[in-house]
């Protein structure tokens, strides 16, 4: 677990760094006004993204299988989360992109609901064997992804909050712990930054640190925990969309 934290923490700072330094592709991909009207990069994200992959590729407690399928979904969130940042619209909330899904137009909230659906649902059929599990399993990873990026509205609001559940997967012990240590150090070496108002996460950080806590979920529940969280996460989603549709 500590080797786990020390990747994701080292791979997410040095990634932060160098794209802070080169900003490939210049200030039109990386800077963006946040809420306080103050330019900010998105660095964070795609650091957030790989710290959070590294660390879970690197989970020696955790079979192969289990680690790749889990690194790979992280990247997964991550990339939908990053062509959000840069090729998003104005659009908002699920029923904005699915009622211009049903027009035929592919908005980027669409790509992220249809890519990261489809990664969570691709790593809970690695992790877990019996259908009804694997499908839980995705819809948790998905969720979780989602659920973060609800909270990435203020500096350090996602990070911080990564913190907050990633420490209870940690003091549980187990494969879960594991798995909780790659977001939970991605977002302790960003949340500096973050708080500052230095940088943001973004969609690509936000997804990324939300699928790694999803995750941790998945590989510390059974049937019954993961339909628990499956409920309590779509919930959320749902509220969240019809009190605030501007939220996605």
């Not at 700072?13 to 490939?24: C, K, N, V």
């Not at 990247?75 to 027009?103: P, Q, T």
């Not at 911080?160 to 977002?187: D, E, I, M, N, Q």
């Amino acid at each position: 677990m500590i080797g786990a934290l020390a990747t994701a923490a080292t791979t997410a700072r040095g990634t932060y760094e160098a794209l802070r330094r080169t900003r490939p592709g210049g200030p039109a991909v990386w800077d963006r006004v946040n809420h306080a009207g103050r330019t900010v990069t998105l660095c964070a994200g795609p650091a957030a993204a790989l710290g959070t992959a590294a660390a879970t590729a690197a989970a020696r407690a955790l079979p192969a299988r289990h680690r790749w399928a889990g690194a790979l979904t992280v990247l997964a969130a991550g990339a939908c989360g990053a062509y959000d940042d840069v090729a998003g619209d104005d659009r908002r909330g699920f029923r904005a992109h699915l009622s211009a899904l049903r027009r035929g137009e592919v908005t980027s909230g669409a790509v992220k609901l249809l890519g990261i659906g489809a990664a969570g649902l691709a790593a809970g059929a690695a992790l877990k064997e019996r259908p009804l599990d694997r499908l839980l399993a995705g819809v948790v990873i998905a969720g979780s992804a989602h659920a973060v990026n609800l909270l990435d509205v203020r500096p350090a609001r996602a990070a911080g909050a990564t913190l907050a559940l990633g420490v209870g997967g940690l003091l549980r012990g187990g494969p879960g712990a594991a798995l909780a240590a790659a977001p939970v150090g991605a977002a302790a070496a960003l949340l500096a930054d973050d708080a500052a108002g230095r940088t943001m996460l973004g969609d690509s950080g936000a997804h990324a640190l939300g699928a790694g806590l999803g995750l941790a979920v998945v590989g510390a529940n059974g049937r019954a925990g993961l339909a628990l969280h499956a409920a309590v996460l779509v919930a959320a989603t749902i509220a969240a969309d019809v009190r605030n549709p501007q939220s996605g």
